[in-house]
């Protein structure tokens, strides 16, 4: 059970950026279509950056009793997409917020 403690905190940690997406209209719950793109394409992006440094040798992966073992590829163990995604939704989320702080300012 204890080889799935990252991947539940990044679970958690997801959840709480959907509900407060949804408490003040965020990314997701304000433009679903644009969020979905922006992501996916981080992701893919992220994705495309880890097998370039694991081909090259400069990424590798850490030994931790917290992941699942599950490998995706040479180095490329599962919770690292579910991070990239974490990550890319986190971004919008920030971006999001400063967005709206930036319009009450201006207001």
Partial sequence: M???AYLAALAVSAGGMVVLDWRYRLAFFRRPGFSALAVLGMLVFFLAWDVVGISTGIFLRGETEF???VML???LPLEEPVFLAFLAYLTLDVAGLLNRLGRRDAA
Avoid: K, V, Y
Wanted: net charge negative; aromatic share 12%.
């Fill in 73 to 75: 590829g040479p180095e």
């Fill in 67 to 69: 992941m699942t073992g």
């Fill in 2 to 4: 204890i080889g799935f």
